[in-house]
């Protein structure tokens, strides 16, 4: 499959989004709202749930199913205080020692004079901060689109795994596209230069982990919730130094083989 196949297939009106795993992998799911300083960004969700028996801190993007849900979540594209939001909850993840799992499906942080205006790029900087230095463990997925900064600030963790049909690049096609050629029609030829689907990010080891979309939803989140468990099990048994510190040599082996 062509790389922009993947990227029509990431951004699809049909593809599931963060509620609908958090519906199928977690239980008791308790919303928490607001950043405490602005408001409540309604592109990121968050609150705490259970995994099994493990009480954890989930997180994530979205960009809501029919055309009133996606205005009200801003098409999936977070301002500063979606992620001040994240940061609050991660912060009281750490306080209560839940491990943290994040959902990414964001065409990128909201690019607008208000967002820049209120910190979007701090906001942005202190997430994926916040993330590295967790002394709890972390899991992110990328569930479609994982666009820039605005999905790196909440994939800082110790596994960063995809869907097979998602993509995750540092810009859009269309982005690069018009930057390179000028030309936003080229976004095909971008999006095989860019490398963003699943398979490439994982030959590269910038990705865990690839999940398979070749079976129904119920059961791939069930692979995906066994899966979880097993990973915040491995991680929680680590001393909190050394869980810190493969964290830290994860992403800075990234890229290290190919320079």
Request: hydrophobic share 40%; charged share 30%.
């Amino acid at each position: 499959m062509a790389a922009y196949e993947k990227v029509s297939l990431a951004r699809h009106k049909d593809r599931a989004g963060t509620t609908d795993y958090i519906g199928k992998i977690f239980t008791h799911f308790v919303e928490l709202h607001g950043d405490r300083r602005f408001c409540d960004d309604k592109a990121v969700t968050g609150g705490i749930a259970l995994l099994f028996d493990i009480p954890v801190t989930v997180v994530g993007i979205e960009r809501g199913k029919d055309l009133s849900e996606r205005v009200k979540k801003n098409f999936g594209c977070a301002h500063p205080e979606g992620y001040r939001k994240a940061i609050r909850l991660f912060k009281q993840a750490e306080k209560f020692g839940r491990p943290v799992i994040c959902f990414v499906d964001t065409p990128g942080a909201y690019p607008g004079i208000g967002a820049e205006e209120r910190g979007q790029g701090q906001a942005i900087a202190e997430s994926i901060t916040e993330m590295l230095s967790l002394k709890v463990p972390t899991v992110s997925i990328i569930t479609g689109e994982g666009g820039s900064g605005g999905a790196l600030a909440l994939a800082a963790a110790d596994e960063v795994w995809m869907l097979e049909n998602a993509i995750y690049s540092v810009i859009s096609p269309e982005g690069c596209a018009s930057i390179l050629w000028k030309d936003a029609t080229k976004a095909k030829e971008a999006a095989e230069c860019l490398k963003l689907t699943a398979q490439d990010l994982y030959s590269f080891g910038v990705v865990d982990r690839v999940f398979s979309e070749d079976k129904d939803f119920d059961a791939l989140c069930e692979e995906i919730k066994g899966a979880l468990l097993e990973a915040v099990r491995e991680k929680a048994a680590l001393p909190k130094e050394e869980l810190l510190d493969r964290r830290y040599q994860k992403f800075r082996r990234i890229g290290r083989e190919f320079l």
